[in-house]
């Protein structure tokens, strides 16, 4: 079983900046993709952002140029940077990973952080 635990959210003003963090643990042998997913009241949830094993990052176009997504292989981490917030950043943020803990592929989530967008 794999957890995945997200931390860093909370209220931030508009223009404002905050990173959330995400640690995988558990029978972890390889993540593939790592993501970052929102989901706004009344709304679905979708990407904002993702970041396979070799680097190569995704991002929604709504966040392009303002997030950026990092991960630490070594301690099976990703991390989003959020820049110049806006109130419509306003959501639950979940981490998301593509794992393989020796019994094939399975995709997990994390439980979900507030972010808060307002003055």
């Known amino acids: 079983q794999v957890q995945l635990v997200e931390s860093g959210g909370g209220l931030v003003q508009p223009g404002g900046s905050l990173t959330l963090s995400c640690a995988a643990s558990?029978?972890?042998?390889?993540?593939?993709?790592m993501a970052w997913y929102r989901q706004a009241p009344g709304k679905e949830r979708g990407l904002v952002a993702s970041?396979?094993?070799?680097?190569?990052?995704d991002y929604a176009d709504f966040v392009k140029g303002r997030f950026t997504v990092s991960r630490d292989s070594a301690k099976n981490a990703v991390y989003l940077q959020m820049n110049s917030l806006k109130t419509e950043d306003t959501a639950v943020y979940y981490c998301n990973a593509n794992v393989n803990g020796g019994l094939g592929w399975a995709v997990y989530w994390g439980q979900g952080i507030q972010v808060t967008v307002s003055s």
């Open positions: 970041i396979n094993r070799y680097g190569s990052r």
């Open positions: 558990g029978s972890i042998g390889t993540i593939n993709n």
